[in-house]
């Protein structure tokens, strides 16, 4: 398959328009619709339908090819220019809100850093993309144990840290005079469903084998200050490092049982040089 043709029929079906994907992606609405054309010639079976705009049944299941495809096609391309290119001073790390632990912000070199915050989810897209050069990712883990990330291109991680996990509930909460929380008690509360910024609920649901923890108000964004005013205000509990949990009008208690850590790991993809192995060396550090 012809990549470009690829990406043309993801674009259009993510935004369900030729139209709006031939603005997108630069070509005109007659282009877009000769490379689906020629797609489904290739395939040999109708991809989309036209009126409404979606996938068929094979059209679902190429989408589900594309992504990784595409995004290897990324990686290779932005690893051999790193490759044949002249060093870059710059850094750029992306980082998911909760990974920016006090350790791996120490460890930040003083000068010629560019630190973007991104839903964790996306950060290992960017270090494979070239969009950064360096990834800090966390969640929910065992003590010791490295975190199951998406396989989305070829990505070296190391652990870059870990600390106790605390729940975030407002002041007033029934049980804020606890000494300490197991997840069984929790099951049944309130939740804040917010992935850009807390530990995620499915990592909950997964440690606690049940599908408890129902949200009662999702947040999107990755503000961990607006996570826990929301908090705060009751809207429900959040999950935190330890040393994120701390914020006016609520209180934080440690997640007893099960026995688990937050766990921050670092993502890269090829050998480390100039500031990013300043960056590693400094964080190295720190964990001694």
């Known amino acids: 398959m012809d990549p470009h043709l690829l990406r043309t029929y993801v674009t259009v079906t993510r935004l369900a328009s030729f139209s709006a994907a031939a603005r997108e992606l630069g070509y005109t609405q007659s282009a877009v619709s000769q490379h689906i054309a020629a797609l489904e010639q290739d395939l040999g079976t109708p991809l989309l339908t036209r009126r409404p705009v979606a996938p068929t049944r094979p059209g679902e299941r190429l989408l589900e090819h594309a992504g990784p495809l595409l995004l290897r096609l990324d990686a290779a391309r932005a690893e051999v220019a790193a490759l044949a290119g002249a060093a870059d001073e710059r850094l750029v790390v992306a980082a998911a809100p909760t990974a920016l632990t006090p350790r791996t912000l120490r460890a930040l070199p003083p000068s010629g850093v560019t630190l973007r915050v991104l839903p964790r989810a996306d950060v290992p897209e960017a270090v494979a993309t070239g969009a950064a050069r360096l990834g800090l990712v966390d969640g929910l883990a065992a003590p010791s144990d490295p975190l199951h990330l998406a396989d989305t291109a070829p990505l070296h991680t190391r652990g870059a840290g870990e600390e106790p996990v605390h729940v ?3 002041a007033g909460h029934p049980l804020a005079g606890r000494p300490g929380l197991r997840l069984d008690d929790l099951a049944d509360a309130r939740w804040l469903d917010a992935p850009g910024a807390s530990l995620p609920l499915g990592q909950l649901r ?6 408890a923890f129902r ?3 999702r947040y999107e964004g990755t503000d ?3 996570l826990a005013a929301l908090a705060a205000a009751g809207h429900g509990l ?8 701390d914020a006016p009008g609520t209180v934080a208690l440690p997640l007893t049982a099960p026995r688990v850590v937050h766990r921050t790991e670092l993502v890269h ?3 480390l040089s100039g500031p990013a192995a300043t960056f590693v060396a400094r964080l190295d550090v720190t964990l001694s």
Do not use: N
Not at 206 to 211: D, K, S, Y
Not at 238 to 245: D, E, F, M
């Open 168 to 170: 975030l509930l407002p």
């Open 206 to 211: 997964t440690v606690h084998g049940t599908g």
């Open 215 to 217: 949200p009662s108000l």
């Open 224 to 226: 961990v200050r607006t």
């Open 238 to 245: 959040a999950l935190l490092p330890a040393s994120a949990a």
């Open 269 to 271: 993809t090829a050998a």
